[in-house]
Structure formats: C-alpha cells, structure tokens
C-alpha cells in the first residue's frame, strides 16, 4: 500500500520534470490565489510582504536561496513587470510575475548562481 501512496505522489513529479526551459529561465506558478489579480495584489504589499512573494517564486523554481533581504523594482520583462530579488547569500535573482501568478526567475547577467 504504501509503495502504491510513493508512486502516486512521484509520478505527478516526474511528468512536471519533462517540460525544459531555456538557459537557466524557470517558471513556477502561484497556487493559492483565486481571484487572479495577482499584480495588483503584489502592488499592494510592503517589501518585507514582497520578499517573501519572491522568495516562494524563486524557490518553487528550484533555485537556491534561504530567503530574500531586499528586492526593487526591475525593468518590465515581456510586458510583466519584474523584481531584482537578492538572497541572504547575496545572490540576485530577476523575478517576472504575469497577471496569471506565472513568474520566471532568471539569473542576472553577469552573476554565477549556486544550485538549488
């Protein structure tokens, strides 16, 4: 019984796992919204708020970081808007939400990020 519960819960896993994106972008979708306004909510939120928003995006994505100290206002990525997230190793992170709760997390240029 128990190795049938193991399987279960693995399987949804391993199919999420086949779908790639390109160099090191990595998307995760916020599951706890229903009402789908997504960035007038982020908009409403103090930066400590914020932090944690973009701590749960990046590390949905797999991405290594403990939390976020600090994040700012980024340039609009694809018509969304963006956050540079900087992790407590010091680690900057370009966070993209969509109105959809979508956000892609990508490395800065020019920065080495550690493995999550």
Known sequence: M???AVIAAILPLSLAACGSRPDGETAAAATNNSSGNYLAQISQLNEKERNGVLFRAI??????????TRSTAGPEL???????ATCDDGTPWVVSIN???IATV???QGTTPKAG
């Open 2 to 4: 128990i190795r049938h």
């Open 59 to 68: 590390s949905d994505a797999g991405r290594a970081c403990q939390g976020v």
């Open 78 to 84: 694809q018509g969304n808007p963006s956050w540079v």
């Open 99 to 101: 109105d959809k709760g």
């Open 106 to 108: 990508t490395a800065v």
